[in-house]
């Protein structure tokens, strides 16, 4: 019986302690993932261009190491650290020549 007890009570300790004990981590919340940019006249533009929002809602620094994009003609320029409760930014600019 007492080592029951013992083994309840080591577990209310550790699930109180757990959340303590997990170690700080990013959460990234995106607003919107896609972007339209409507009916475009090829003539008179030769690119578009959007910023995209990224959110750090997590209680560490958020790093963004790499961004590649699937071709050429578009290239990207963002913040690579985000702090905890902050906002960054991606830009991305798709060439249309």
């Known amino acids: 019986m007492a080592k029951n007890i013992y083994r309840r009570f080591v577990q209310g300790v550790c699930l109180v302690c757990l959340p303590a004990a997990l170690p700080a981590a990013p959460r990234l919340v995106v607003d919107t993932t896609n972007y339209n940019a409507g009916t475009i006249a090829e003539e008179k ?9 990224l959110k750090n809602a997590g209680d560490s620094v958020l790093r963004i190491t790499s961004i590649k994009p699937s071709c050429g003609c578009t ?3 963002n913040d690579s650290l985000i702090p905890p409760n902050s906002a960054g ?5 798709l060439d249309l020549r």
Do not use: L, P, Y
């Open 45 to 53: 533009v030769s690119f578009i261009r959007h910023t995209f929002t």
């Open 89 to 93: 930014h991606i830009t991305m600019e």
């Open 75 to 77: 290239s990207v320029k």
